[in-house]
């Protein structure tokens, strides 16, 4: 079945550092989704790209969607202490059915 | 508008017991999908539910089931429990299924067996 794989897993920086998160799936996606998540509490929704080779902004956050809609990063500039959580990357395949798959996350650490 | 609800909050059972958990979503939202969620996995998709259909069934054994009402609340059960079923359990809404839809989590069921 469609496996999303996120990488790195941990991401300690420094306040003020930049960080990357990448998202790769095994098969073609229809979109993908980007959900935050901090320490104790839900998945928040953050976006969702559609097209291929799509670019999104949200202040400091920068979401990409790669040219074969199979791979996805998100990049925070200059970060803060209050990006501070896991960051989930999740996709729907191609296909009429299939469920949104999550990746296992990235949690990020700012140390301030 | 009022977010999505799960009940209990928090949950402790013995092994061999079962368990229903309780979802209502956001006014409107005919979708519920559900999801477990343990430290290193990430969040592993238990079903998803469209108007009382069950859309979709991810990789968990027959233990664990679900249905979804006619006013779109969704409920799960997981018999037998076992120690490895300790997990916080996520319940999602959305408008719709399928292609696009973003999905709003509750706040979660903690369910620890013992």
């Known amino acids: 079945g469609q496996q999303v794989m996120q990488i790195p897993q941990y991401q300690h920086v420094q306040e003020g550092e930049d960080f990357t998160t990448y998202c790769n799936s095994s098969?073609?996606?229809?979109?993908i989704q980007w959900y935050k998540q901090r320490p104790g509490g839900h998945p928040v929704f953050l976006i969702q790209?559609?097209?291929?080779?799509e670019v999104k902004k949200q202040k400091r956050l920068t979401f990409q969607f790669g040219e074969a809609k199979k791979n996805s990063s998100l990049h925070i500039t200059a970060t803060q202490t209050t990006d501070v959580g896991t960051y989930f990357c999740?996709?729907?395949?191609?296909?009429?059915?299939?469920?949104?798959?999550f990746g296992k996350g990235t949690r990020l650490s700012v140390i301030a | 508008k009022a977010g999505v609800t799960q009940t209990p909050r928090y949950l402790i059972k013995t092994r061999g017991q079962q368990v229903t958990l309780s979802c209502s979503p956001i006014?409107?939202?005919?979708?519920v999908s559900w999801y477990q969620q343990t430290p290193g996995q990430g969040l592993q998709f238990l079903f998803e539910?469209?108007?009382?259909?069950?859309?979709n069934k991810g990789n968990f054994p027959g233990r664990f089931s679900g249905r979804q009402f006619s006013n779109s609340r969704s409920e799960m059960n997981v018999s037998t429990l076992e120690l490895g079923d300790s997990a916080l359990y996520l319940c999602?809404?959305?408008?719709?299924?399928?292609?696009?839809?973003?999905?709003?989590f509750g706040p979660g069921t903690r369910l620890t067996v013992t």
């Open positions: 098969t073609t996606l229809s979109n």
């Open positions: 790209l559609v097209k291929s080779g």
């Open positions: 999602a809404s959305s408008l719709w299924v399928g292609q696009g839809g973003e999905q709003y």
């Open positions: 006014s409107g939202h005919r979708s």
């Open positions: 999740a996709g729907r395949g191609n296909s009429g059915n299939t469920p949104l798959v």
């Open positions: 539910y469209f108007s009382e259909t069950q859309r």
